[in-house]
Structure formats: C-alpha cells, structure tokens
C-alpha cells in the first residue's frame, strides 16, 4: 500500500502520479485523480520546497493533456466513444446536456464542469464530437485544469497542517470538502436550470391566456377585437367612441353617407382589421 512517505517532494512517484492520473482519468474516470493530488498536499503540508509548484503544475498539465485527449478521441472516434463512454440511459442523458449546454455557454461549462461528477468527461468529449472550435477549447482547458490543480493541492495542504500528526483524518476532511465544492456546483447548476423551465412555462402561459382574451373579446359580429383593459382602444372602441348620431347625413336609401364617418375612427377600423369599415357600417345600419 502506498503511504504518505511514497507522495512526499522527493519521490519519483509523486511526479509520475502528479502527471498521469489527470492525464488518464477523463478516460477511466474510476482512477482517483483529484484524491491523489490532495493527498499530495496532504504529505507535503510543512514543506517549504519550491519543486512543490512543479508538482501542482504538472497535475495541472496533466489535467490539460486529458482534456485534449478527449476531444481528440471525440473527434476521431465520435460513435464509437460514445457506445463505450456513454453506454445506457444516464450516460446518454449527460451526453444530451453536455450538446445543449456547449451551444448556451461555450467555454464557461468547459471551466465549470471540471468540479462537477462526470461532467468534464462528457463535456470535453462532445466538444470533439461536436467540432468545437480548438482555438476556445485550449484556452478554456488550461485554465481549468490550473484552477483545479491549484485548489485540491491547496485543500489538501490545509488539511495536512490542520492535522499534521493525523494525516489520515486531514485527507478525509480535504476530500470531503472537495466532494462538498463538487455538490455544490451541481446544486446551483440544478437550481438555475429549474428556474429557466419555469420561467420558459410561465411565458407559454402568459401567451396562451393573452391569445384566449384576444379571442374572447373578438366582435362576433365584426370580427373586430374589442377593447382590452389597459390597452389603447381598438377599432370597434374608436367607432363607438365616435358613432354617428340622428343628425348625420344619410343618402337617399336612408343609410348614413362616408361624411357620417369620421374619418379617425374609418383608419382606426381599418388598420385593425381589414374590411372591418363595411362590416362595422352594416352592422350599425342594421339597427
């Protein structure tokens, strides 16, 4: 079994674990990666050695070459990756959010989905299924992959000095909080999209209730809409508002002239609804 002593700054191991286990895990995501770099900060808490830096770069250099190695394996091997890496229906659902939200937020989800469960597999995998550009995906990974190096190293060391005497225990509590960051993102990232499928419901429903009042105020005899509370008035508002009256002008068939319309309510009419002047005339030529 592999003890602190075999991760401490001097060891061979520590460099080779430093570098591979990032590099492989995007690939076999049962290898504990970020486990064995808070361990590394663990078994070097009360050193001061600068070859320390080149352990959290080369975690994160390995993070990054896992991460290109993804995408050059969803580039290449696209179908056949996602048989092997997203067999059954949680894995095809992961893959299905992972291609709506690289189109909604681009390299942002690159950074953020470094800290959440199986989220940076398939993230970095669709994006070389997909034909993300390279020139946003390189960028977006390096700087995850140095956030993320830096952090579980950082953790780890707090919970080594925290418990110098108990290693055991100050790996336990940096994973733990580890796991807590990871659930955490995953929360607001759960939160955030509940609230866009609420908001998106309550806007199909605020269209379906205006259209059925649209509907509902409708003339049946005109087809003009009529006034709707808080609106400016419609055509049949601004006929009624300005309806001819017993001493209007009529021709000699007893119906009112055009002169009996004035003309602000005829372009009122009209621009609500076409052939509404004769049918609005009709109707009240009628009575």
């Not at 709707?228 to 007893?254: F, K, L, M, N």
Request: glycine share 10%; proline share 6%; with cysteine.
């Amino acid at each position: 079994m592999i003890g602190f002593e075999h991760l401490a700054v001097a060891s061979p191991l520590s460099y080779l674990a430093a570098f591979w286990l990032p590099a492989l895990d995007v690939v076999f995501p049962v290898l504990p990666s970020e486990t064995v770099v808070i361990a590394l900060g663990v078994a070097t808490a009360g050193s001061t050695d600068p070859r320390i830096v080149v352990l959290v770069l080369l975690a994160a250099l390995g993070a990054f070459a896992g991460d290109n190695l993804a995408y050059w394996i969803g580039s290449r091997f696209g179908a056949v990756a996602e048989r092997r890496l997203f067999s059954g229906q949680r894995g095809a659902r992961r893959l299905a959010w992972a291609r709506e939200k690289l189109e909604t937020y681009g390299a942002r989800l690159i950074i953020v989905c470094r800290f959440i469960p199986g989220g940076r597999t398939a993230v970095t995998l669709t994006c070389g299924v997909i034909g993300y550009p390279r020139r946003s995906f390189v960028p977006a990974t390096a700087f995850a992959a140095l956030i993320w190096a830096s952090y579980a190293y950082l953790l780890g060391r707090l919970g080594g000095a925290a418990f110098e005497d108990r290693p055991w225990v100050g790996l336990l509590i940096a994973f733990g909080a580890a796991v807590a960051v990871s659930a955490l993102v995953e929360l607001i990232r759960r939160l955030m999209a509940w609230r866009r499928r609420s908001a998106r419901r309550a806007a199909t429903t605020r269209s379906a209730d205006r259209r059925s009042a649209d509907r509902r105020s409708a003339d049946p005899r005109t087809g003009v809409r009529q006034r709707a509370p808080g609106r400016s008035a419609t055509a049949i508002g601004a006929v009624a508002a300005r309806e001819p009256d017993a001493a209007s002008p009529r021709d000699h068939h007893g119906h009112y002239t055009e002169a009996a319309w004035p003309p602000r309510a005829l372009v009122g009419v009209r621009a609500e609804c076409p052939g509404g002047i004769a049918r609005a005339r009709e109707a009240r030529d009628s009575k």
